[in-house]
């Protein structure tokens, strides 16, 4: 198998995605499919589950020639460190061979003479990790908004409480949070300032999430211009990153799914 991201832009959005899984788990598998790459992992909670998608035309060169699904299972913090050690301008090569399946080959090169080409070889692990179904719900709402400001309010919200209580309606979309010790802080949303806004007929809802979970969602802010959310009571809320689309019309994407906190009237 031999995987190149050659463009820079996207080089550097690869590096990033896997920057901050080492916030929500310790070890991963990688799944390199005939079309494409992909990743589900949970957290070692079970809160959040984490999936990336990247289409084989996502890459500058996928070539994958073996007969079934390539697994690499490595850890997170080491895969982590190569990365963060590759320069800015440099391109990466992934390669894996099947008749030595003991380590994965990262090379990072650049045709800048004053970086200096390097290459890792790192272990691999056998991870038992069953990959999850995750069914196709009907949301009751959904809303695109920036994802750097979306990252600010979490963040300002985290001050004042370790819940963030939602509440949509077809007017507005107010995010909260409240500790006895440091008060209270409500963010409005209106609907005209989002790029993109549905919500079910004269529908509403409330619901709760960890801040610190979607302060580690959050991380990710800087992959992608805005992010979408979206809701259903007693469900998941779903948030994606689009990393862009491809020429046969396939997306690039990370999607996060978190569990809505359960309150002590809901029990």
């Known amino acids: 198998m031999n995987i190149s991201i050659q463009q820079i832009q996207k080089a550097e959005c690869f590096a990033s995605i896997f920057q901050h899984i ?25 809160v959040s589950i984490i999936e990336i998608i990247l289409p084989a035309e996502w890459f500058d060169v996928y070539e994958h020639k073996s007969a079934t699904t390539i697994t690499v299972g490595i850890n997170a913090t080491i895969l982590f460190k190569i990365l963060n050690s590759r320069e800015k301008t440099q391109s990466i090569n992934i390669v894996y061979d099947v008749n030595d399946g003991d380590h994965l080959s990262i090379h990072f090169t650049s045709e800048n003479k004053d970086e200096f080409d390097k ?36 963040n300002q919200l985290q001050m004042f409480g370790d819940t963030m209580d939602v509440s949509c309606s077809e007017e507005k979309i ?13 963010v ?37 211009k805005e992010i979408e959310l979206k809701l259903a009571a007693n469900y998941p809320i779903q948030i994606i990153y689009d990393l862009g689309e491809t020429l046969s019309g396939e997306k690039a994407q990370i999607k996060f799914y978190l569990a809505p906190k359960i309150s002590d009237e809901d029990e």
């Open 188 to 224: 409005e949303i209106k609907i005209d300032d989002l790029s993109s806004f549905i919500i079910d007929e004269n529908g509403s809802m409330n619901l709760s999430f960890s801040l610190n979970y979607l302060h580690n969602i959050c991380l990710y802010n800087k992959i992608a």
């Open 174 to 186: 107010m995010l909260s949070s409240h500790s006895q010790d440091h008060g209270k802080m409500f």
């Open 22 to 46: 080492k916030s929500f788990t310790e070890n991963i598998n990688i799944l390199f499919e005939k079309d494409r790459m992909y990743m589900q992992t949970m957290d070692g909670a079970r």
């Open 119 to 154: 290459r890792f070889e790192v272990p691999l692990m056998d991870i038992d990790m069953e990959l999850l179904g995750i069914p196709e719900i009907e949301h009751q709402a959904e809303f695109t908004v920036s994802s750097y400001h979306f990252s600010t309010i979490v």
